[in-house]
Nanobody, 117 residues
Framework: QVQLVESGGGLVQPGGSLRLSCAASGFTFNTYHMNWYRQAPGKQRELVAS???????NYVDFVKGRFTISRDNAKNTVYLQMNSLTPDDTAVYYC???????????WGQGTQVIVSS
């Protein structure tokens, strides 16, 4: 049974930091590219950061320099370190896994991040 379980969301003040985790199970983690998406109220889901099965990372412009994606293949876990958070970062953050050679894709249930004073 495939599972992607996000954790680490919550309420944080502007300028603060959070670290999201996504624990994967039920598939061969190191053969999947891992991604973090987010969806703000009334908006479409958007890609935030990606890390390939080989460890290469990519970020969308609005998080560059603030967010860091990483993975621990021994723990089947991907992380998103988020610094200098602003209210615009408020969203539900989703973990996504995409097989490196196919279209097989899995999604987590999401974790809420609220940035507010």
């Amino acid at each position: 049974q495939v599972q992607l379980v996000e954790s680490g969301g919550g309420l944080v003040q502007p300028g603060g930091s959070l670290r999201l985790s996504c624990a994967a199970s039920g598939f061969t983690f190191n053969t999947y590219h891992m991604n973090w998406y987010r969806q703000a109220p009334g908006k479409q889901r958007e890609l935030v950061a990606s890390i390939s099965s080989g460890g290469a990372t990519n970020y969308v412009d609005f998080v560059k320099g603030r967010f860091t994606i990483s993975r621990d293949n021994a723990k089947n876990t991907v992380y998103l370190q988020m610094n200098s958070l602003t209210p615009d970062d408020t969203a539900v953050y989703y973990c996504n896994a995409r097989h490196r050679f196919s279209t097989t894709t899995y999604w987590g249930q999401g974790t809420q991040v609220i940035v507010s004073s």
